[in-house]
């Protein structure tokens, strides 16, 4: 039997209660390992495309667990992902979205990536789809046609719920991490949220850095807003100085909506898994403020 007709069915058999309860929270723990070691769920093949270090599926499991405990996530929200791979992280929104209300789609500039994704994921679960857009990256995707800068994702404005962007920023340039987070502003209806992971640099980040504790090679000195880990390949890990992304997404609409979930990368003492973790809320902007994405109220 192939592995694509033994995927367990839709998430209604399985869904997740509410996990603010501590029943939903036991529910909600059951269903991440149960996504982290069925072995019949789908993963891609080796050198396809890579997302990342570790296993695919126990990292898709793990985050699946913070989008609902850091962002909120519920069961039938809209799901967009901007750089969704391939889709480590909506295959086990797969068993937590409602089929009938929820629903994902994922963008990515690697064709190869969402070709799989689209064959191994939405042939079985049509809510959700994955979206191939052709911007430029150096790393990622050198010959690209578009600049990020000139994407217009093709959904209407405010159609979604909840927005995840997780390691993307990590492998943007300035101007495109910009352009991307006036898009969600654009997408996100209001009182919707964006889960992001990324590199911070504040005064604490700086400090272990000084003090050799880093994982990663940022230079705390450097000038900013932008630090390459890396001159050679400069995607390859990007840091972003904390007051200028949270500028940034206000710009958008786009605030701290708890407090940023600071992970170890860094060697900051406490950190909270790898990469620091944001959660922002769509609010209304003043009227003669402009609307994300260009467009005047
Ligand atoms: C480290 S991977 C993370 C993938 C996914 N977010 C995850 O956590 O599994 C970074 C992803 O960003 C994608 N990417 C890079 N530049 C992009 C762009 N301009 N637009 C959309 N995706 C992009 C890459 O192709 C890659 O899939």
Known sequence: MSALASMPAPAATLRTADSRTSAGARDLDALIRFVASNRFMPAPPDG????GDGDWRAIG????GHFV??????????????GCGTGRMALPLTQYLDPGRGSYEGVDVVAAGIAWAQRAITARYPAVRFHHVDAANSLYNPAGAQRVEDVRLPYADASFDFAIMTSLITHLEPAQVDAYVMEIGRLLRIGGRCFVSLFLLDDAARAALRAGAGR?????DGAGPAFYADPERPLAAVAYEQRHLLGCFARAGLFLARPIAYGGWSGRSGGFGFQDICVFARRDLPRDAGLPGGRQP
Do not use: Q, S, T, Y
């Open 61 to 64: 499991a793990e985050f699946l």
């Open 48 to 51: 396809l495309h890579n997302v």
């Open 69 to 82: 405990r850091l962002g909120g996530l519920a069961p039938d929200d809209r799901v967009l992902e901007i």
């Open 216 to 220: 990663i090679a940022f230079d705390p």
